[in-house]
């Protein structure tokens, strides 16, 4: 079954040059840390997503998945979010590993 989308294939919205620095991604993760109305996962968890996304081939640019157009350290964090890789989330495919 094809699913249209190649890891070759660029995120149609986002190219290299809109990539934030790491220093600002930083800083938006630091502030949503501090926001109280965010449920955000463990710190074990979060690392956990995060190492998926590393290995992911639909990740772009080192911090965007090109399925939902994401900086990844934003998506990982938040309890209500998850991996939208087509048919079946990364993530909870790993849950309890
Ligand atoms: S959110 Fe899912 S599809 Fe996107 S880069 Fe991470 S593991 Fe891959």
């Not at 094809?2 to 290299?16: F, L, M, N, Q, V």
């Not at 190492?51 to 090109?66: G, V, W």
């Amino acid at each position: 079954m094809t699913t249209g989308i190649h890891s070759a294939d660029p995120c149609k919205g986002c190219r290299e040059t809109v990539r934030p620095s790491s220093e600002r991604i930083a800083a938006l993760v630091e502030k949503i840390r501090k926001q109280s109305d965010r449920v955000l996962v463990t710190e074990e968890e979060y690392n956990k997503r995060l190492a998926l996304c590393r290995s992911c081939e639909s990740l772009q640019y080192d911090s965007t998945c090109k399925h939902c157009g994401c900086l990844v350290e934003i998506r990982s964090l938040q309890q209500e979010s998850d991996c939208p890789y087509p048919f079946a989330s990364k993530w909870r495919m790993h849950e309890g590993a």
